[in-house]
């Protein structure tokens, strides 16, 4: 019970991130129907910068509070990002809009081989690390322990969620993005600038990113440049599984992949231990009396879960657990 | 350079001096190449893999259309098959005959198994899922030495059989009428042998029943479905013979090498063959050789000028010519797409594709 309830709690955090991520999937889906593959490499240049910078900070002995020095490589990271995602917007799949799907989904991928070396250049190979800048006071619930950055990381992304949700349904800019996602042709009728608001859905797109960046970067207290593709994949399939294009979808998804993903790896090894199915155990009797177990999968395939999700989504409900449309030209 | 093929098919006379001067040509290229380097050989020998690849690649994305990006996993599965059946890791020392149609059929299933759930669904979902693929196909390799040692996880397999045939080996060096046959210039004449056979396949299959099916899925789903096109079966077959394209080359790779491990088999190594493919023209069987053969060769240029003359300018190396490398390719993929969507040398109907933008 104690695993579980630590596996939840590890799962949430995980999850958050992975719906934040999501979340700057599904809202280019939404709108221009393309799977923005360079997502996961802005995540990851939001995280080198944050940890650079936070670096940086905590060696000069500025003497800020530390709350501030995190806050401080956000407010670095963010920006940045929302450069790269305007410029990746404009550069590399406006001049694309009308062409066959293959060519921005090729163009995307130059991108983040792009970004991912261009990070190599900056940072070179090794993983930066994050610094002790503050305590990291764990809690202790019903015999889980929950420490206080996954607690940030769970009300941070609650909070962005919130306030994403406000924009796209309480806001002029709102109802132009919706508008847009509906019909390119008609909302520029309507007086909608269609270049400016999908170059927007980008910005804030990859402003989450950096955000999802940072939370990771100081979660597991490091970031490498390589750090990008698996999350990016693991965010899309936490997109496909809640809907693609259905804001409410990617957060449900993000969250439902990571409990799905820490409690994989937590029962996984348990689970396909050999040992503990008598009429196999019988079978592997001299392995068992030696080694106590025979495990066939160790917790060590934890990033194949999100990948099955994807399949299995994919086979039985395409269009996602929240989502209504989904396209079947190629 | 297309021109000048166009001319040539009208003088017949012509076009074969051409081709018994470029025969001769390959002929002699390894002993060319040798005395600059056996390296070069090597270097030589894994191109024409890479070719092969691209070619198997170009049945998926070039004919009938879809991306697939984690191509490199068949070819793990090949590799792989042909260095567990061949080598003393379980004691098993199956003749290569015998071998390859397994990898290659292997390869085949897991092309199915994986494009099954996803071909129905839009080219994008099938990108990510094979992205997946690939990358799952890796973990597992790296981590299956446990609790049965079946891959021998991140160390990988050593020791793999070279080709023989009775008491030829491949790997062998021998002297024959004065000249010295090394190991990979054996390699290379059966790869060329072999490359040719792939090269007549190709170009059999675009001018088939089956590549036509593929080319009009490729154009227009809906109207291939509307001429009586069974579009699953017909992307599912693009899809399998593709994968079982890369079985073979991979087993090839496996015993050219003598040793592969998961780290042969990453992400980086299925962009690479994408853009070969995208480089020289998706869908040109011409287009797809020249753009294999420009990004095999470019980076070992790269590898022996770039750190001299990063050395003689700045006195020190700034960046890593791996680094260029990639550098390269992500801008040639989006150059490409941008300025010249149908690639160095493209295929006619694709061209047309890609310039009517509605």
Known sequence: ?330 | MIEALAQMRRHPAALWVAVVLVAAALLVLPFVLASVGTAWVRITNLAILFIFLSLGLNIVVGFAGLLDLGYIAFYAVGAYTYALLASPHFGLHLPFWIILPIGAALACLFGVLLGAPTLKLRGDYLAIVTLGFGEIVRIFLNNLSQPVNLTNGPQGVTLIDPFTIGHFSFARGETFLGLTFSGPIKYYYLLMLVLLAVIVINVRLEDSRIGRAWIAIREDEVAAQAMGINTRNIKLLAFAMGASFGGIAGGMFSAMQGFISPESFVLVESIMVVSMVVLGGMGNIGGVVIGALLLSFVPEVLRYTVEPVQRAVFGRMLIEPEVIRMLLFGLALVLMMLYRPAGIWPSKTRKREFAEQD
């Open chain 1, 1 to 330: 019970m104690e695993i579980f309830l630590q596996q939840m709690i590890n799962g949430l955090t995980l999850g958050s991130v992975y719906a934040i991520v999501a979340l700057g999937y599904t809202m280019v889906y939404g709108i221009i129907q393309l799977i923005n593959f360079a997502h996961g490499e802005v995540v990851m240049i939001g995280a080198m910068i944050a940890l650079s910078v936070i670096s940086a900070l905590a060696g000069a002995h500025t003497g800020l509070a530390p709350v501030l020095i995190v806050l401080a490589g956000a407010a670095c990271a963010i920006p940045v990002c929302m450069g790269v995602g305007y410029a990746m917007e404009r550069v590399a799949y406006r001049p694309l809009r009308g062409a066959p799907r293959l060519a921005p989904l090729i163009t995307a991928i130059g991108i983040s081989i792009i970004l991912q070396n261009v990070a190599l250049m900056i940072w070179s190979r090794a993983p930066i690390s994050f610094p002790q800048v503050m305590a990291n006071p764990v809690f202790e619930v019903g015999g889980a322990h929950i420490s206080a950055v996954q607690i940030a990381i769970i009300l941070t992304s609650i909070a962005m969620m919130g306030g994403l949700t406000v924009l796209v349904y309480r806001t002029r800019l709102g109802i132009a993005m919706r508008a847009t996602s509906e019909n390119h042709q008609i909302a520029g009728l309507m007086g909608i600038n269609v270049n400016k608001v999908i170059a927007f859905t980008f910005i804030v797109g990859a402003g989450l990113g950096a955000v999802a960046g940072v939370m990771v970067g100081t979660y597991y207290g490091v970031a490498h440049y390589t750090m990008g593709a698996l999350l990016g994949m693991k965010a899309f399939a936490a997109a496909v599984l809640g809907g693609i294009g259905n804001l409410a979808g990617a957060m449900l998804g993000g969250i439902l992949l990571g409990v799905v993903e820490a409690l994989g790896a937590g029962y996984i090894g348990e689970l396909t231990d050999l040992c503990r199915y008598p009429w196999l155990a019988d079978m592997l009797a001299e392995n068992c009396a030696q080694n106590q177990h025979f495990i066939l999968f160790g917790s060590n395939y934890q990033d194949v879960f999100a990948f099955f999700v994807l399949i299995a989504v994919l086979v039985f409900r395409p269009s996602g657990l929240l989502g209504e449309r989904v396209g079947d030209r190629a």
